[in-house]
Nanobody, 114 residues
């Protein structure tokens, strides 16, 4: 059983920054590949960024150059640093991992608005 808890969401102005955190349970956190997804009402959940157990990162085109995913295995936490945010980044952000089966966090709301 893996539990994922997101935090750090909130309201931010366009061009601003926000850092999301995803804390995971389990003593083998370092072996998890972790992804961040986002979802807006009426649309499918979309992949934002991912980081492998070895630290390899991947980003969706809309966030390349603006978002950075990183991990701290000592804290069982993956971060999503969001810079130069845009109104279209407004969504509920979820972290996800697959270990025997898929696990989702409860999500954290990010609202980008002036």
């Amino acid at each position: 059983q893996v539990q994922l808890v997101e935090s750090g969401g909130g309201a931010v102005q366009p061009g601003g920054s926000l850092r999301l955190s995803c804390e995971a349970s389990g003593s083998i956190f370092s072996m998890y590949d972790i992804s961040w997804y986002r979802q807006v009402p009426g649309r499918q959940r979309e992949l934002v960024a991912s980081i492998s157990s070895l630290g390899t990162t991947n980003y969706a085109d809309p966030v390349k150059g603006r978002f950075t995913i990183s991990r701290d295995n000592a804290k069982n936490t993956v971060y999503l640093q969001m810079n130069s945010v845009k109104p279209e980044d407004t969504a509920v952000y979820y972290c996800y991992t697959f270990w025997m089966r898929g696990y989702w966090g409860q999500g954290t709301q990010v609202t980008v608005s002036s």
